[in-house]
């Protein structure tokens, strides 16, 4: 069974820092881009980053920029999400999904989903 968990959400302080995990089991990481997003209640599922399948190529929203820092280990299937200096507005349910194409598109682009992970930044 194809499948992607999230883990590392959680509460935190504004200004604190988390590690969310994406870890996939029935497949293999390496050929699919891997994306972050995130929706917060009462608004649409938006990108945060994504992830070539070699790691060469990252891309991220402009207001995650120089706080949240992408990065995959093939080895461990597993592709991360390292979020500094996090602000109460970064709150949301975090989601990656993955798809076979050379980067990330919209949510209706990708292809596999995990259930998410909740990210609640105190002020």
């Known amino acids: 069974q194809l499948q992607l968990v999230e883990s590392g959400g959680d509460l935190v302080h504004s200004g604190g820092s988390l590690r969310l995990s994406c870890t996939a089991s029935?497949?293999?990481?390496?050929?699919?881009?891997i994306g972050w997003f995130r929706q917060a209640p009462g608004k649409e599922r938006e990108g945060v980053s994504c992830?070539?399948?070699?790691?060469?190529?990252?891309n991220y929203a402009s207001s995650v920029k120089g706080r949240f820092t992408i990065s995959r280990d093939n080895a461990k299937n597993t592709v991360y999400l390292q979020m500094n200096s996090l602000k109460p507005e970064d709150t949301a349910v975090y989601y990656c999904?993955?798809?076979?194409?050379?980067?990330?598109?919209?949510?209706?682009?990708?292809?596999?989903w995990g259930k998410g992970t909740l990210v609640t930044v105190s002020s």
């Open positions: 029935g497949f293999t990481l390496n050929y699919y881009a």
């Open positions: 992830i070539s399948g070699s790691g060469g190529s990252t």
């Open positions: 999904a993955a798809t076979f194409q050379a980067m990330c598109g919209p949510p209706s682009g990708m292809d596999f």
